[in-house]
Structure formats: C-alpha cells, structure tokens
T-cell receptor
Framework: NAGVTQTPKFRVLKTGQSMTLLCAQDMNHEYMYWYRQDPGMGLRLIHY???????AKGEVPDGYNVSRLKKQNFLLGLESAAPSQTSVYFCASSYSMQGANEAFFGQGTRLTVV | AQKITQTQPGMFVQEKEAVTLDCTYDTSDPSYGLFWYKQPSSGEMIFLIY??????QNATEGRYSLNFQKARKSANLVISASQLGDSAMYFCAMREGFNTGNQFYFGTGTSLTVIP
C-alpha cells in the first residue's frame, strides 16, 4: 500500500543549487499536484497535471518547473534555489473530479535553502 | 478573493467535549466538493470527510460531521467527543467541479488543541 511516495524526505540546498523532487503514485490517478506549505499560509498549489504529458501552473509557480512523462510520476524541479523556497513540499494525486475523490498526499519533503 | 477561509488560527477544547471548526468558501461553480483534512504533528495529511455541493444531507464519518450551509457558503467541521489524539492542524479544502485542472484549494488551517 505505497500510495503516494515522495523522494527525498529532507534536503538542504545552497542558494543557486538545483534539485528535483520526485513524486510517484501507484493508484493509477490521472491528476497530480505539487503544493508548498508555509506557516500561516496553508497549502498553496505550485503546479499540477491532469494527465500524462500535461502540466499547468498553479497559484505560486515562479521558480519551479514540472514534468509528467509517465502517468505515475510527477517531478518538481528547482533550477536555482532561493531562501524563499524553504518550505515543506507535498505531492498529491486524485482519481477523478467527480464525487468524493479526495486527494491522497505524500509524506512531504522538508526543503531548506541556505 | 480567497477560495477558502478559516478564521480560527487556534482552538482549544476540553477532552470529551465537541468542537466546531469554521470554514467558508467562495465559488460561482454550481458543482463543487468540500473536504477536511487533518495534519498531526508528524506532518502527514489525513482525509477526514467530504461533502458534495448537491448532497442533501450533511456528511458524517464516525465522530466527524460536516455542517453544510450552502446559502451561507460554510462547511464547518464538527468533532464530537474530542480525544487527545485529535490535537492537530485541520484544513478545509474545496475542489470546483468544472474548472480546469480539478484543483484543490486549501484554507490556512486551524490548530486544535485538546486539553485533558
């Protein structure tokens, strides 16, 4: 029962470095999302995907890129990390927009940019 | 405008008492879903309860119920018989039915502390 798996769980980056966060889901979900969580701000959507090969911008996309080459994977890239990107990142997936199809979340990735 | 508003940053409740966490939403879409998630200190997001905009009855799941007032655009979570393990952050979320992307919009959360 893997569900949604995020890699890595923790990471410290220096300003200007790049990295990729990997999200994998084994539930055959069409929709996948990347959120960031900051104190007092809830979860804000960075990018999302409605299916393999498609991506779209969310509320706070600047400084991030994504790719969905395979249905089960959704990658979040930081090309040049900045201290403002210090956050907890959550990947989520959902099956359908109809009915009680909740979003399933990964465990989160705690990223610190120094 | 905020899609989801949670006006209670922090709440306290005595163990075994009931507590209501407020949530209001903003949408012009006639079809939408409302969700509540729990985030304990360990950090994972746990789905609690769902209410569809066309559902006639308030949703219930064990000790959780959703007080859905469509005209007021509110979807308050009621936790009955609070337990110490209920201490956590609680997030209200909405998914609009026909917008592109099937995005989930989240509120800023309410931190609930259950007092023994």
């Amino acid at each position: 029962n893997a569900g949604v798996t995020q890699t890595p769980k923790f990471r410290v980056l220096k300003t200007g470095q790049s990295m990729t966060l990997l999200c994998a889901q084994d539930m055959n979900h069409e929709y996948m999302y990347w959120y960031r969580q900051d104190p007092g701000m809830g979860l804000r959507l960075i990018h999302y995907s409605v299916g393999e090969g498609t991506t779209a911008k969310g509320e706070v996309p600047d400084g991030y890129n994504v790719s969905r080459l395979k249905k089960q994977n959704f990658l979040l890239g930081l090309e040049s990390a900045a201290p403002s990107q210090t956050s907890v990142y959550f990947c989520a997936s959902s099956y359908s927009m109809q009915g009680a199809n909740e979003a399933f979340f990964g465990q989160g990735t705690r990223l610190t940019v120094v | 405008a905020q899609k989801i508003t949670q006006t209670q940053p922090g709440m306290f409740v005595q163990e075994k008492e009931a507590v209501t966490l407020d949530c209001t939403y903003d949408t012009s879409d006639p079809s939408y879903g409302l969700f509540w998630y729990k985030q304990p200190s360990s950090g994972e997001m746990i789905f609690l309860i769902y209410q569809g905009s066309y559902d006639q009855q308030n949703a219930t799941e064990g000790r959780y119920s959703l007080n859905f007032q469509k005209a007021r655009k509110s979807a308050n979570l009621v936790i009955s018989a609070s337990q110490l393990g209920d201490s956590a952050m609680y997030f209200c979320a909405m998914r609009e039915g026909f917008n592109t992307g099937n995005q989930f919009y989240f509120g800023t959360g309410t931190s609930l502390t259950v007092i023994p």
